[in-house]
């Protein structure tokens, strides 16, 4: 009899778990959003206690205009730092944290694929792709355990969540979301840098310029992505979509003069 509730309790568990991501997609996701926001919250305080932040006022002024256009689409409180690092790179966390190093603002030419990348991370977090990341890797009991390990990220275990969260590079730790979970960013992300009245036509340049930028090995922050050329062919697709969305968004008056 106790089995038989075991084995129910846990058929329900599964079935309260699958979830429909933003673009139709069907998800297993096992942790309680409390919980991954904490741990975004804590992975984000280690990064800070880890790496200078940048203190120029001209260049966190451009960043968080950006960002706040961004995410006034997507609704909720955002925290925004702009890393001093020279590695071209982004992310967001579960909670609202955003990070972006001052290496990403070499290649990122313009306020518009700035927008894209910013975008492309946001995305993720909409899509709870953390959440999806963490929940195939750790069963449900160990999830207790898990914000303690995110609090020593120097530890082997919390070197693996901090990279399923998507900021393990800083720990050595490289694990990729999917190229479905990233496609669906790209899309997703072009999406919403467009209803914020940014140019879509520019994330292709954006990565054009990311694969300039490589000379040959790709930057940190597309270490584990699709390739340059298949990225720029599926968003290819989606612009004239895209421009829509932008053209009525200028119509609203939203016109984002990030500088």
């Known amino acids: 009899m106790i089995s038989r509730k075991i084995i129910l309790c846990g058929m329900l568990t599964l079935l309260a778990a699958c979830t429909t991501s933003p673009t139709g997609r069907s998800q297993l996701v ?6 991954m926001s904490q741990m975004g919250l804590q992975a984000f305080t280690n990064i800070k206690d880890k790496t200078p932040v940048e203190g120029n006022r001209t260049t966190n002024r451009y960043v968080q205009c950006v960002a706040k256009a961004i995410t006034r689409e997507v609704g909720g409180v955002w925290e925004v730092v702009v890393f001093r690092d020279d590695s071209a790179n982004a992310f967001a966390l579960p909670g609202g944290r955003i990070g972006v190093n001052t290496g990403l603002l070499k290649v990122a030419s313009n306020q518009h694929q700035l927008a894209t990348v910013i975008g492309h991370e946001v995305a993720h977090v909409q899509s709870r ?24 990220p120097q530890t082997g275990t919390g070197k693996t969540l901090m990279g399923l969260l998507g900021v393990g590079a800083q720990y050595g730790v490289l694990l990729p979301y999917t190229r479905l979970q990233e496609s669906e960013a790209d899309i997703l992300g072009l999406n919403i840098m467009a209803r914020a009245g940014f140019d879509p036509r520019e994330s292709t340049r954006l990565w054009m310029n990311m694969s300039r930028a490589s000379k040959g090995q790709p930057p940190e922050f597309l270490s584990t992505h699709p390739s340059h050329s298949s990225r720029i062919s599926e968003l290819d697709k989606r612009i004239a979509t895209a421009l829509q969305l932008q053209a009525r968004a200028q119509q609203q008056g939203k016109r984002p003069a990030c500088r």
């Open 30 to 35: 096992l942790m309680p959003e409390s919980q």
């Open 129 to 152: 792709h953390s959440n999806e990341r963490v929940s195939q890797k750790f069963a449900v009991e160990q999830g207790l355990g898990l914000i303690n390990a995110v609090a020593s």
